[in-house]
């Protein structure tokens, strides 16, 4: 039909219904237009723009004015509705942590290897593999719940205000560029740590009741962003998705990493700390921050390289404020080690595709870090190492201006965190196949296989750069601090292969043949020269747990402990040739002075009890050398009861912990008695039925018997049916019959022997008392100690043995 022709039914407009049409448009069309005016007036700007009062044009997510700024843009949820007290969202940091949905709905697998189902399904669907480094998109309608674990944000977030409400965030962007200055840095974050600094120090200009929760918001929603790059990224490109107004969690981590730190280099920084309890509670407050972004960032589930160094950086943190003994550090190496693995960094570098150099060498320097750090803890701990090469393409970052994927290095080699991580990577290689060659030390080809060992670390060593090579005393070194901290450490690390892998060739540690004394010697006088010179130098980053700057004491630990216990030994022993005595005696009070007055340690500090306990072992050794000079020590051998000692001593071939230290305490050459200690402390009073001269109480015949308070068991040979004992058989069987009898008094197996107990045997009888402990409260009691004759060295153990008390010591 014609649109234009009438139908019957059709309702005819009059004028009037016209009219109205008219003004309902009209109508319309006006508040139409005012409402779009005012919605367009209505837009917020922006809190950076609101603060300075200047026109924002609402740009998302960030507007002109801080994009130019470079500062984080945040724009309210309700910038009109009037503030209502309410509970916060995030919920009480009070509260237990509630169970919160995954933001991602599919979790990231990560790196899946060869025998993984994604394997087999590549042969059917090749197309569908992603790589280790690929990302999955967040959903749309999940971006508005990006909270990963709300109690961890929450807690960051106040954390973070109680850190920048009392320390001023300029001084710490300060103390940070300071430190850069002196050419210390961040091993594996060196590329982004001023860049960090200088970022995080813009971000915070937004200052209302709850500004901490609002940057907590942004820095997350940063954070669950992917790092995209390709193979022709650049490193600028890299970094800017995560500095200014892209700045996440990551980038807070790396940047008080670096302040925890350099509060550990810089003792006295006026702006932040002029104690040392100032300086403890920011390294601790910054290491907890640390800790946070770290754990904040993890719960979004979407691992990448950033993360991965702030592992490593966050482990290296824990390793000086904890010690290398803490089981936090051991944790955090762990899983720097599992984020390895999972992003598949384990695996041939060079061959992926769509990598840009910068990240591959980014990515061969973490594995090469965290290789390193996995062999040298599990060496200084005793521990099995975490990875291992024969599951791992063994990789290095490159020599700059080599050529690409070359291993070797350059003649024109600077020293740098580069160059220090490609040989302690090489170094632990070696000591990675010494630690397996330990586990196969009776194999009829250990001999061999250790000189291949040798020979490879010696043809390491000749392969580096001349000028990295420390040959004479570090005082003759002509270069400058940083370089000559630089070439001490690689000194040191050579000088490690070579101990360890002599020390496997020992019969045992009692007996140290001539090449590990002249070793040890190295070590020792190298770590000496760095303690005396410890001014002189600049942290070249080998820090990592063996060696720092201000000489923290696991480098003294790592390195000193051990080649001062071969040291020790030797002069025990009777081993170390005459030139060699003088020097490490030399060495050896330098050492011990240099802990007793706190220039390495101090009470408190992670590894005191460790190196305390070493350094009273090393004076009493000193005291009776210089007690008596022109005396030698007596030969182990020749000494009474060093079979046991060495047995005990030998039990484990690398451990220089504590218990090596208390065993060489133990070496009866160095039971000397004080000069100062009287011969006898007589008794308080006589006690009745004893006269004047001292008997053990089996001996007591004629006065009143008075049993001791602890439990024995005694039999006197006049006692037995035959009245005497007839052989050494029949002593044997007089024993073992005491043995049981203490078996039973300590509820153990018939078959098992008392773990501690006492033995005193005499022309008259037989005593045996079972022990719960082989020691109480560190005070030990021998036999004699038993019957009340208390041998005691010194001082130190006369008033041990006062503050507990006699019984209390006996009876435990």
Known sequence: MDPRILSPNT?????????????????????????????????????????????????????????????????????????????????????????????????????????????????????????????????????????????????????????LTTYKLSAMKDLVMFWLAKGANLALAEPFVEQCAQSVSQLFTYHDDNWHLVYARRLLQNSAQPLHFNDTSDLAGFSAQFLDHNSRWETLGIFFAAVSRATIDIAFFPSLYTTEQEQYTLRRLCTKLCDYALEISLSLDCLNDLQLIMQYENFIVHSYVDGDQSYHSWRKLGDAISSTFALGYHENIEIKAGIPPYLKELRKTAFARIYSADKNIAIFLGRPPRMNKRFCHFQIPSCPNAEEGSADWTPDAEPGYRADTRWSALCASLKEEIWELLQDKHDPSCAQRASVIQCQAETQWQHLPAHFRLENSLKKCTQGPFERDFVAGVRLHHLHVLFLLRLLLLKSPTEPDLPIIKTAGQMLTLVVEIILLRDQLTNSGTGLIWKSTNLDANQVAYYGLPAAGIMLLAMLKQHMPRAHRTRSLQDLSVFVAEVQIGTIVKPGDPNYALLSKATQTIQRFLDSTHSDPAQSLPELAGVEGNDDWAALLSQDLWDFEAGFWQSLADHPSLLAIEPSLPPVVPAPGKREGYDEGFRLFPDDDTALKTEPTFVHFLQRFEDLLEGCVKDGKHLLEIYQRLLQQAREALDLPTKSDPRHHNFVLTRRWMMVNPRRAKEFHGIKANAAGMMGSIYIWNHHRLDAWKEIGLMKVLAG
Do not use: W
Request: net charge positive; charged share 20%.
């Open 11 to 163: 309702p005819i407009l009059r004028l009037s219904d016209l009219a109205v049409v008219s003004r309902l448009h009209s109508f319309v069309s006006t508040h139409g237009r005012n409402s779009a005016r005012t919605a367009m007036s209505r837009l917020a700007a922006c809190e950076a723009c609101r603060k300075a009062k200047l026109a924002c044009d609402h740009q998302l997510p960030v507007c002109t004015r801080c994009s130019a700024s470079k500062g984080i843009c945040i724009y309210r949820t309700t910038p009109f509705k009037r503030k209502r007290v309410e509970k916060q969202s995030l919920g009480s940091p009070d509260e237990s942590p509630s169970f919160n949905p995954r933001r991602n709905p599919y979790p990231n697998p990560g790196y899946l290897g060869s025998s993984s189902h994604a394997a087999i399904f590549k042969h059917i669907t090749p197309d569908g593999d992603h790589g280790p480094g690929s990302h999955q998109a967040v959903p749309e309608d999940l971006h508005s719940d990006l909270f990963g674990d709300n109690h961890l944000v929450l807690q960051g977030a106040d954390i973070l205000k109680h850190l």
